[in-house]
């Protein structure tokens, strides 16, 4: 999980859809597993991928 609010105020869903329309990384939203739609600017990522793809994703991350 990753905290993202020292780079952005958007929601987490809206934040969410904009990494991975414009990095191709994709993440998950943590407000979605909240019954209220809690939103504390946090995003989770999935490491069940490649070594390759992780480093892959790193670098796109790394430019935000």
Known sequence: ??????????????????????NGVASIPISVFYHEGVDNKYIRFCFAKSEEVLRAAAEKLCKI
């Open 1 to 22: 999980m990753v905290k993202y609010n020292g780079i952005s105020k958007e929601k987490d869903t809206d934040f969410a859809v904009r990494i991975t329309k414009d």
